[in-house]
């Protein structure tokens, strides 16, 4: 998992960007989720062109980065840092299949960060017949990272306390989301907790957000 990247001479650099994301915070938290119906309007139109792998139905490639700029739903803290690593390769990975029953293929986008591939957002957007795309999910925490999975939404939050080396988190936390009723709901969750007994030398990282209630992409906020 590239959320869960060993470090190098530069992880404290990436870390120290994470906290501009910590509400509330406290030691060793756990991830957040965003989960919720998709909203009325749609976030962002791309350009894509169809290819076609063996008997697979075509799938339409789309430009993440286009899409994550243009989309409001993002965090403007994320938006702004989307710059290019090294020549024109952003941090940013882009998986396609079916997880909400859509006119097209449905597209998970992780946002890491270009020091140490830590994730910083994770997101999912579900194509419309018109050809643009809502985002329907919206995860932005440090070390978060999702895929697919049989047609279901997993995603995986490493968990560090204030001592951790980013190397060698305190745990992990697996929550898997099925989507129903236009929208994801949690269905699983596996709870991690690793090894202390590994490890480097201990450095301070920036604590993480304990979890928060779901912000619904186009719903009111809830209590």
């Given at each position: 998992m590239r959320a869960g990247a060993a470090a190098s001479g530069t992880a404290l650099a990436g870390l120290a960007a994470f906290g501009l994301f910590c509400v509330g915070c406290s030691t060793g938290g756990t991830g957040t989720r965003d989960e919720g119906p998709a909203g009325s309007q749609p976030v962002a139109r791309v350009s894509a062109e169809p290819t076609a792998s063996g008997t697979t139905p075509p799938q339409r490639r789309?430009?993440?980065?286009?899409?994550?700029?243009?989309d409001p739903k993002v965090g403007k803290r994320v938006r702004s840092g989307l710059r290019p690593c090294g020549g024109d390769a952003y941090p940013v990975d882009a998986s396609y299949?079916?997880?909400t029953g859509g006119p097209g293929t449905d597209v998970v986008v992780n946002v890491m960060s270009c020091a140490d591939s830590v994730g910083i957002g994770t997101y999912v957007y579900r194509p419309r017949a018109d050809g643009s795309y809502d985002n329907v999910f919206a995860a932005e925490i440090p070390a978060v990272y999702g895929t697919i999975d049989r047609g279901e939404l997993v995603v995986?939050?490493?968990?560090?306390?204030?001592?951790?080396?980013?190397?060698?988190?305190?745990?992990s936390e697996v929550v898997t989301y099925r989507w129903a009723n236009e929208r994801f709901a949690e269905r699983d969750r596996v709870h991690n907790e690793?090894?202390?007994?590994?490890?480097?030398?201990?450095?301070?990282?920036?604590?993480?957000?304990?979890?928060?209630?779901?912000?619904?992409?186009?719903?009111?906020?809830?209590?």
């Open positions: 789309i430009n993440p980065v286009t899409l994550l700029r243009g299949g079916s997880l995986t939050t490493q968990i560090y306390g204030s001592k951790d080396p980013l190397a060698y988190p305190s745990g690793f090894s202390r007994a590994v490890g480097g030398a201990s450095v301070d990282l920036p604590e993480q957000t304990m979890p928060m209630d779901p912000v619904v992409p186009g719903a009111s906020p809830q209590n």
